[in-house]
T-cell receptor, first 112, second 113 residues
Framework: AQRVTQPEKLLSVFKGAPVELKCNYS??????LFWYVQYSRQRLQLLLR??SRESIKGFTADLNKGETSFHLKKPFAQEEDSAMYYC??????????????FGKGTKLTVNP | DTEVTQTPKHLVMGMTNKKSLKCEQH?????MYWYKQKAKKPPELMFV???????INESVPSRFSPECPNSSLLNLHLHALQPEDSALYLC????????????FGPGTRLTVT
């Protein structure tokens, strides 16, 4: 069965410290993974998509198929990074459609 | 226009009321989605429309009835809801195939009394 696991419900770091938000997935097909972010009082928005291999707001994420992981990293956290982060997996369903399966989310707090 | 808009922002309804949530996008996306999000929880998929046809129904109770009148609009008709249906209802859209980024609206905060 397809599943996305974010083991940390809460993560707190100090400004300037490195941050890593963990994401592991379970999927028998070829994984398409995303990180979405929800800042306070703002809409859910895409942060990263593994296939694009971009760095957005200093964040990067590498797909490790051997470890079935897609951890999100940033070398120097900023206070404005405080938000809820969701890892999501696109899975195929019967009929050719696809849907996003979200992890439970990690709330990141960056302290001054 | 790169936004998904949703109306109303807030809705309070009684258990016997009938109301509708509306979602609109003008990005030319041919996939549209309804999600339900409870506080401090991830979004839960309810329905997916692909090319204006319902492609996924995640076993949602029939008191929720989706409608996609055209490629830019998505409605969610509500009838005889229960208090536990109170949540933030999110609309999203994406290009097809579905593996493209989903663009989310700000949501409608629904309270069922």
């Amino acid at each position: 069965a397809q599943r996305v696991t974010q083991p940390e419900k809460l993560l707190s770091v100090f400004k300037g410290a490195p941050v890593e938000l963990k994401c592991n997935y379970s999927y028998s097909g070829s994984p398409e993974l995303f990180w979405y972010v929800q800042y306070s009082r703002q809409r859910l928005q895409l942060l990263l998509r593994h296939i694009s291999r971009e760095s957005i707001k200093g964040f990067t994420a590498d797909l490790n198929k051997g470890e079935t992981s897609f951890h999100l990293k940033k070398p120097f956290a900023q206070e404005e990074d405080s938000a809820m982060y969701y890892c999501a997996l696109s899975v195929g369903v019967q009929g050719g459609s696809e849907k996003l399966v979200f992890g439970k989310g990690t709330k990141l707090t960056v302290n001054p | 226009d790169t936004e998904v808009t949703q109306t109303p922002k807030h809705l309070v309804m009684g258990m016997t009321n009938k109301k509708s949530l509306k979602c609109e996008q003008h990005m030319g996306h041919r996939a549209m989605y309804w999600y339900k999000q409870k506080a401090k929880k991830p979004p839960e998929l309810m329905f997916v429309y692909s090319y204006e046809k319902l492609s996924i129904n995640e076993s949602v109770p029939s008191r929720f009835s989706p409608e996609c009148p055209n490629s830019s609009l998505l409605n969610l008709h509500l009838h005889a809801l229960q208090p536990e249906d109170s949540a933030l209802y999110l609309c999203a859209s994406s290009q097809l195939p579905h593996r493209y980024e989903q663009y989310f609206g700000p949501g409608t905060r629904l309270t069922v009394t």
